[in-house]
């Protein structure tokens, strides 16, 4: 015999021998392959499923005349699916609308948070509910563009045009993704445009006087922590909360180092924050009642999970502050800090961003705001002045006119006195 013919012969569950023939074809190779006839021999025998690396090597590796021996003898009756996919035999009709989401609720979850998955999923079943009760569909194959579209006019009916926004990208980056794992042919939600996910009456600026009134009402150290590092910290909170450890806070260089699962899958796992006056008032209080104690900035374990709802507790400290209700309020006391770093002198938009863990496009879009401040700057002396002529010496500039409001001379240019942070409960 050639030595370069090898035969492999067994001996099947259903009466049938199986004899394979390889010629030109290096040990090592022949011998991969011998591995994995076998897997499929005994997943025939056994009825179970070969294992992954067997199923990956018919997507990807057996060659088409191998493969169809192995299916004229019943080999690949166990892992049919994955040769419908390599040769694209009738991939969508199999997949119901349910299973869709189920799939890609799974094939996510090595990059995404727990809480943003729900959300994913949330988009998504609303998809699944609005199919089966107004259109009458099961499988995905049957989701048109026009199907899509629907879909989206029905969601504007009652609810926001965030909201609307959300479902609608979440459906179109699914089925992207199922288009290029090879589960779908075709994005029936590529074509629609989804819509601004900004909600600026959602938004709302928390004034620092506010802050300090909140502070005051907090019922221990912990709550003025909490309430420390989401108005003048800008922490995500509880994600980034809850992480924090005593350790991660560096007296000496005045920095805190903090831990993102957001940012993780971006390759931003870890940013650090300024140990801001304000926050390092609370923080040495804190730990003098709680560092010897505990390993983490938040000792109190209950409030230490991912999923701890905040809100009940803050909005109690918030009533007996005597500050008014504003939405979304551990997501605002962030936009409220950016907005007043963005606008300190010497600090750039690059720096806030980096300190808060997110790009600038997304801090144009749901963090800096244009404020009421803004207008009586652009008011005061005038912005548009040719930059280019010499500017009069120190107590040159005279005016006689006087505003009602604060009776100070127009151009007049009393220097301001330095404005120090005192702490009250000092």
Request: a positive charge; glycine letters at 4%; hydrophobic letters at 35%.
């Amino acid at each position: 015999m050639n030595e370069n013919v090898r035969l492999l012969q067994y001996n099947l569950a259903n009466g049938k021998r199986a004899t394979f023939r390889f010629s030109g074809v290096r040990e090592t190779e022949a011998e991969k392959t011998r591995v994995k006839i076998e897997d499929l021999v005994t997943s025939l025998k056994t009825e179970i499923k070969p294992d992954k690396e067997t199923q990956n090597w018919l997507l990807k590796s057996a060659n088409m005349e191998l493969i169809e021996q192995l299916e004229s003898l019943g080999l690949c009756d166990q892992c049919q699916e994955v040769l419908d996919e390599r040769f694209d035999r009738n991939r969508t009709k199999a997949i119901t609308v349910s299973n869709f989401v189920e799939w890609y609720a799974d094939a996510r979850k090595g990059d995404t948070e727990p809480s943003t998955l729900r959300k994913i999923k949330s988009s998504l079943n609303q998809l699944r509910e609005y199919l089966a009760e107004h259109e009458s569909i099961q499988t995905v194959d049957q989701i048109t563009t026009e199907t899509a579209f629907r879909f989206q006019l029905h969601r504007k009916k009652d609810k926001a045009t965030t909201t609307v926004a959300k479902d609608v990208k979440v459906c179109k980056t699914a089925f992207t993704f199922a288009m290029k794992a090879g589960k779908v042919l075709s994005n029936p939600f590529s074509e629609l445009k989804a819509g601004s996910e900004v909600n600026l009456d959602g938004q709302f600026t928390l004034p620092i006087t506010d802050y300090e009134r909140l502070i005051e009402a907090c019922p221990n150290s912990t709550w003025r922590v909490i309430i420390a590092l989401g108005r003048i910290g800008g922490l995500r909170e509880p994600s980034e909360l809850v992480g924090l450890k005593w350790e991660h806070v560096n007296w000496h260089t005045g920095k805190i180092l903090i831990t993102s699962p957001k940012t993780k899958r971006y390759g931003k796992a870890q940013r650090e924050i300024p140990l801001f006056q304000r926050l390092e008032i609370e923080l040495r209080e804190h730990w003098e009642l709680t560092g010897k104690n505990s390993e983490y900035v938040i000792d109190d374990p209950k409030l230490r999970t991912k999923n701890v709802n905040l809100r009940k507790a803050f909005h109690s400290i918030r009533e007996k502050a005597g500050v008014p209700v504003f939405p979304n309020p551990f997501r605002n006391l962030r936009l409220s800090a950016a907005n007043d770093l963005c606008r300190l002198e010497g600090i750039t938009t690059k720096t806030v961003t980096e300190w808060f863990g997110h790009d600038i496009t997304t801090a144009l879009k749901h963090y800096h705001r244009v404020m009421e401040s803004d207008f009586q700057l652009a008011r005061q002396g005038d912005p548009f002045a040719d930059r280019s002529k010499s500017h009069p010496k120190k107590g040159d500039v005279k005016s006689d006119v006087s505003t009602p409001e604060n009776g100070v001379e127009q151009g007049s240019r009393e220097k301001k006195k330095p404005c120090y942070f005192v702490n009250s409960r000092a």
